[in-house]
């Protein structure tokens, strides 16, 4: 099982990027799906998260800028980010919360490679 990310680039300040995360694999059924991100020398936090029913968490610095989505049927979340700053600035990391065909007992969390987003001012 692995999660792909794509998307990230290099925008000015107040410009748009979305992000795609596509989970491949012998997938079993997937909880929640998110997107977190790591600015250099900090820790790794939460920029969204939506759960299979629809409920969805945005970290406190993205509201009203970015939103996050889902399709099911393909196994994607999207994240779309609007009036992007240049404190946006980071790697962003596709969270998957899974259960995998030859364990489907344990929701487990397996992480995407990061794509990067860099915000120019």
């Known amino acids: 099982v692995q999660l792909q990310a794509f998307g990230g680039g290099l925008v000015q300040a107040g410009g748009s990027l979305r992000l795609s995360c596509v989970a491949s694999?012998?997938?079993?059924?997937?909880?929640?799906m998110g997107w977190y991100y790591e600015a250099p020398g900090a820790q790794r936090e939460k920029v969204a998260i939506?759960?299979?029913?629809?409920?969805?968490e945005y970290g406190d610095s993205v509201k009203g800028r970015f939103t996050i989505s889902r399709d099911n049927a393909k196994n994607a979340v999207y994240l779309q980010m609007n009036d992007l700053k240049p404190e946006d600035t980071a790697v962003y990391y596709c969270?998957?919360?899974?259960?995998?065909?030859?364990?489907?007992?344990?929701?487990?969390?397996?992480w995407g490679q990061g794509t990067e987003v860099t915000v120019s001012s």
């Open positions: 969270l998957g919360i899974m259960k995998t065909d030859s364990d489907n007992r344990y929701w487990r969390n397996y």
């Open positions: 694999g012998s997938v079993f059924s997937i909880n929640t």
């Open positions: 939506i759960r299979r029913d629809g409920e969805i």
